[in-house]
T-cell receptor
Framework: DGGITQSPKYLFRKEGQNVTLSCEQN?????MYWYRQDPGQGLRLIYY???????QKGDIAEGYSVSREKKESFPLTVTSAQKNPTAFYLC????????????????FGPGTRLTVT | AQTVTQSQPEMSVQEAETVTLSCTYD???????LFWYKQPPSRQMILVIR??????QNATENRFSVNFQKAAKSFSLKISDSQLGDAAMYFC???????????FGKGTKLSVKP
């Protein structure tokens, strides 16, 4: 079955430690995205990538980093510089269309709940 | 900048009844996509329905339909014959322009009473 996997489902870290969240997709999608979800805030975009070896900052990129070395993978690192890292993190992917409206519907992974104490 | 507003933080419906969730958005683009996503307690985001702005016909998917009013920038979701499994957070989302990103509203929590 095609889909998006995120691991682990729950992650616990001590303050000051960097942590990397995994995201893998086998949908052959070009674009991948990372969102953060906090209670009452909806989803906010952290980083996105439209093609391998290229990525752009979203609305709340400070304290996060990403890489896109393979089409299937888009890991997110939460660094010690992120002031409030405890949140639910969602990875998504989509086709990237030609033309002036390239983005389309996004498919989401099951998410990772990160708790930093 | 584009924004999406869901003015109903919580809604409740009786099983088998119909409920409408509201969404308004702000954009200067003429062509874009709109979506409704469902997030049940498992927190998996599930695409419910999509609407292309250039299409005048309202999208339908089984018990789910939308009322798309482009001039009013309104995109409401109607759920008919509500089922217990419809209980979830519902997010309205906009996708327009060259960046291809989704912009989400803050969600509406739907409860279904047996």
């Amino acid at each position: 079955d095609g889909g998006i996997t995120q691991s682990p489902k729950y992650l616990f870290r001590k303050e000051g430690q960097n942590v990397t969240l995994s995201c893998e997709q086998n949908l052959n999608h070009d674009a991948m995205y990372w969102y953060r979800q906090d209670p009452g805030q909806g989803l906010r975009l952290i980083y996105y990538s439209q093609i391998v070896n290229d990525f752009q900052k979203g609305d709340i990129a400070e304290g996060y980093s990403v890489s896109r070395e393979k089409k299937e993978s888009f890991p997110l690192t939460v660094t010690s510089a992120q002031k409030n890292p405890t949140a639910f993190y969602l990875c998504a992917s989509s086709s990237w269309l030609t033309g002036p409206l390239p983005g389309y519907e996004q498919y989401f992974g099951p998410g990772t709940r990160l708790t930093v104490t | 900048a584009q924004t999406v507003t869901q003015s109903q933080p919580e809604m409740s419906v009786q099983e088998a009844e119909t409920v409408t969730l509201s969404c308004t958005y702000d954009t200067s683009e003429s062509d874009y996509y709109l979506f409704w996503y469902k997030q049940p307690p498992s927190r998996q985001m599930i695409l419910v329905i999509r609407q292309e702005a250039y299409k005048q016909q309202n999208a339908t998917e089984n018990r789910f339909s939308v009322n798309f009013q482009k001039a009013a920038k309104s995109f409401s979701l109607k759920i008919s014959d509500s089922q217990l499994g419809d209980a979830a957070m519902y997010f309205c989302a906009y996708n327009g322009g060259s960046q291809g990103n989704l912009i989400f509203g803050k969600g509406t929590k739907l409860s279904v009473k047996p």
